[in-house]
């Protein structure tokens, strides 16, 4: 890398572990509050479980995805960032720094305990919105900057297939683009002249239709470059090729049309969205998970055919093969290994008649425990692994290999327990995001405590996981020994017989419109109801 690129990128992964080191501590705090364990005084539950949420969900994956498709673009699109991809990178890094510094601020003034889903009643100061919008602008920067290198490319190159790792970066940030247009509506035209007192009063179903049709899409936006890293970056870590260049490719463009539809399967519950419009999405929302279930079959084949060409014999010679050793590929198998319960819990969510079991139980925070906190956090700390390296030019000793082996069996560890216990207490009917002091000496929570003993074991478990992982972070970047063999950037190749992809899957124009036009059918009529036949307004739910 050059230091011009490299710089930029570690800038997006020092605000990324900035975020997950903060948000690890209001995790922790959160739990022990919410578990009758300590009192803070002055700092509540909601408070800190808005910090945690908004570190850990919102900040380090907006800021790691970023620099990771910058990374990723400079090695197979050029060798560097162009200055103008480089210079918007920086303008939008800075929005987005900016814009969470004061949402952060506002959080620890107790004047946005909304938490990390912050739709209305719960009403914020305007400017911790106004924080949140120059996140979202910086992030669309961010995207135009991909879109720009991936442009100059594709010129440099006509004709010519772009390289699987752009495709993907582009489809991810696609994506971005048409889910975030439902948050910011939902920011500037509701949340902000509500906060500011311009109007008394806001129309919350359609608040919250609008954060649920940024907010699913939004889980894809993390899962999409975790699946980069399994189809792309794994291959070449495990010593075999990429199974299929179109299934791939096929597995984002579906992405990139099915996983904004799909939100009202957050809103299974409310009453303001006619039931067939309900069973629209929740269809919708089955077929979203045929991509991750090619996912599935794809690295399944790419680590077979690796062991096989390696010389396995039997059913499962090839899992011996696999370089059980080498964090960097340890931690996102991990991340696979959880999706396949956290994938059957996803399936659970949406079924109609199970929602009304799962819905506002703690069950729904050991789904995503799993999914985002594991599947995705894994990949991305077993990207850290090389890419710090890759970036600052200093080694991964053996000892810190051994040491990320370590942090990832605890992070393991803590979420079979934590996420374990979520899951198990929400179908006895704990609800989430509930403090410990509304009703923990009634005779049924009584019989939920053990639950909470063992996701606060788990909990522990999780802090020190992730306070290792910063310090291994430190390590990598400050202190490791130099290397002038260069780090490897894994990017795997294609195996020559599946090369043929066909060229209609980078017809952007069409998916584009193909994705608009499913999101009208989805949307239109649900929300003209909504404005049609709303209330006069709510009047806000102020926390603080
Ligand atoms: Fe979800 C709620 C449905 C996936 C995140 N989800 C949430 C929330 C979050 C979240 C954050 O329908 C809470 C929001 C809030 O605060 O209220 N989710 C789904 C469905 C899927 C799904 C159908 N969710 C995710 C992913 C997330 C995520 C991914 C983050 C990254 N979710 C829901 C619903 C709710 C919900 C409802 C609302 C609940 C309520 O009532 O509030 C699907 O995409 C899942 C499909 C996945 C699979 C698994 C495929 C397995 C793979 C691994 C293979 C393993 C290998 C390893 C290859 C079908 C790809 C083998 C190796 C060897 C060596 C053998």
């Not at 922790?28 to 009192?39: A, E, H, M, W």
């Not at 990723?72 to 920086?90: A, I, K, M, P, Q």
């Not at 370089?323 to 959880?338: H, I, Q, Y």
Request: with cysteine.
């Amino acid at each position: 890398f050059q230091p011009k690129d490299s710089r930029l990128i570690l800038a997006h992964m020092a605000v990324a572990f900035t975020a997950i080191f903060l948000g690890a501590i209001a995790g922790l705090l959160q739990g022990l509050v919410r578990g009758g364990v300590i009192d803070l005084g002055p700092v509540n539950y909601y408070q800190l479980l808005t910090a945690h949420g908004v570190l850990m969900a919102l900040v380090f994956t907006t800021f790691f995805i970023v620099g990771f498709l910058y990374s990723g673009l400079v090695r197979t699109c050029g060798g560097t960032l162009t200055d103008f991809s480089r210079r918007l990178g920086w303008i939008g890094f800075w929005l987005m720094t900016v814009g969470t510094a004061i949402a952060a601020f506002l959080i620890i003034a107790n004047k946005a305990t909304v938490l990390y889903t912050f739709y209305a009643p719960m009403k914020a100061s305007p400017f911790f919105y106004i924080g949140l919008a120059l996140v979202v602008v910086g992030s669309w920067l961010g995207a135009w900057a991909v879109f720009a290198q991936y442009r100059w490319w594709k010129k440099e190159h006509q004709g010519k297939l772009s390289p699987l790792f752009a495709f993907m970066a582009v489809a991810t940030m696609g994506l971005w683009l048409i889910c975030t247009i439902g948050v910011a509506a939902e920011v500037l035209l509701q949340l902000i002249p509500w906060s500011f007192g311009w109007v008394d009063t806001i129309n919350v179903a359609l608040s919250r239709t609008l954060f649920w049709y940024f907010g699913h899409p939004l889980v894809y936006f993390w899962l999409m470059p975790a699946y980069i890293v399994w189809y792309v970056c794994i291959p070449k870590i495990i010593g075999g090729k990429i199974f299929s260049d179109g299934l791939a490719r096929l597995a984002f463009i579906m992405f990139l049309l099915l996983s904004t539809p799909v939100g009202f399967h957050h809103q299974l519950m409310e009453p303001g969205v006619a039931s067939g419009w309900k069973f629209l999405q929740v269809a919708l929302t089955f077929s979203v998970a045929i991509p991750s279930l090619m996912t599935a079959f794809a690295v399944l084949a790419t680590f077979e055919s690796a062991g096989r060409a390696r010389g396995a014999k039997g059913i499962f010679g090839w899992i011996r093969m696999l370089p059980w050793k080498d964090v960097r590929f340890v931690a996102p198998l991990v991340g696979m290994l959880t999706f396949i319960p956290g994938g059957a819990g996803g399936i659970v969510n949406t079924s109609y008649q199970l929602n009304q079991v799962v819905h506002n139980t703690l069950w729904v925070t050991g789904h995503f425990h799993l999914t985002v906190g594991t599947v995705v956090i894994l990949t991305f700390f077993g990207v850290s692994y090389w890419l710090i390296p890759a970036l600052t030019g200093r080694k991964l000793t053996a000892g810190l290999n051994k040491l990320g082996l370590v942090q990832t069996g605890l992070w393991a560890l803590g979420m079979v327990l934590m996420s374990g216990a979520m899951h198990a207490v929400g179908l006895l009917g704990s609800p989430r995001r509930t403090a410990f002091t509304t009703y923990g000496d009634d005779p049924i929570a009584l019989g939920w405590l053990t639950y909470q003993q063992v996701m606060a074991i788990g909990g522990v478990f999780l802090f020190i996981s992730a306070m290792l992982m910063v310090w291994i972070v430190i390590r990598l970047a400050f202190f490791a020994p130099r290397t002038e063999e260069g780090v490897d950037y894994p990017i795997g190749e294609v195996a020559e017989e599946a090369a043929s992809t066909p060229a209609i899957l980078e017809r952007w124009p069409l998916w584009v419109t193909v994705a608009i036009c499913l999101i009208l059918v989805a949307y239109t009529i649900p929300i003209a109801h909504m404005i049609q036949y709303s209330p006069p307004g709510s009047p806000p739910f102020q926390p603080y």
